[in-house]
């Protein structure tokens, strides 16, 4: 996971600006800028959640690990199976996408 993907997420469990979730992250897409799914989310709720993102443009990573890694991640006693981020700054995004499209370029060939 890229330092700014992490800084983001902390930044957000701090200021309680994020929802973590199936249901949560389901309910808030509009007013999410960013969400983080592991490869413990049921794939269902995984294709609603995507669904609803790309019809509001709004990024997804795909975290490489399970729930309970994110939750140990997030610093949290639970397993997290998906986080939206509600309340970080453009500039922090496209850093987070930057990174994204390098590790998909690394994976790609």
């Known amino acids: ?5 992490e800084q983001v997420i902390k930044d957000s ?13 389901l309910r ?5 800028k ?12 995984k294709n609603k959640i995507t669904e609803s993102a790309k019809s509001l443009n709004i990024p997804i990573y795909n975290f490489a690990n399970t729930s309970m890694e994110l ?4 610093k949290k006693p639970f397993k997290i199976s998906v986080i939206s981020i509600d309340n970080t700054s453009d500039s922090d995004i496209s850093g987070v ?3 994204i499209n390098k ?4 994976k790609h060939g």
């Open 1 to 5: 996971m890229s330092k700014v993907l």
């Open 97 to 99: 996408l930057e990174e």
């Open 13 to 25: 469990l701090s200021t309680k600006k994020c929802k973590i979730g199936g249901i949560a992250v």
């Open 28 to 32: 808030s897409v509009k007013d999410s």
């Open 34 to 45: 960013l969400i983080v799914c592991s490869e413990s989310l049921p794939v269902d709720t």
């Open 103 to 106: 590790e998909d370029d690394v």
């Open 71 to 74: 939750g140990r991640f997030c």
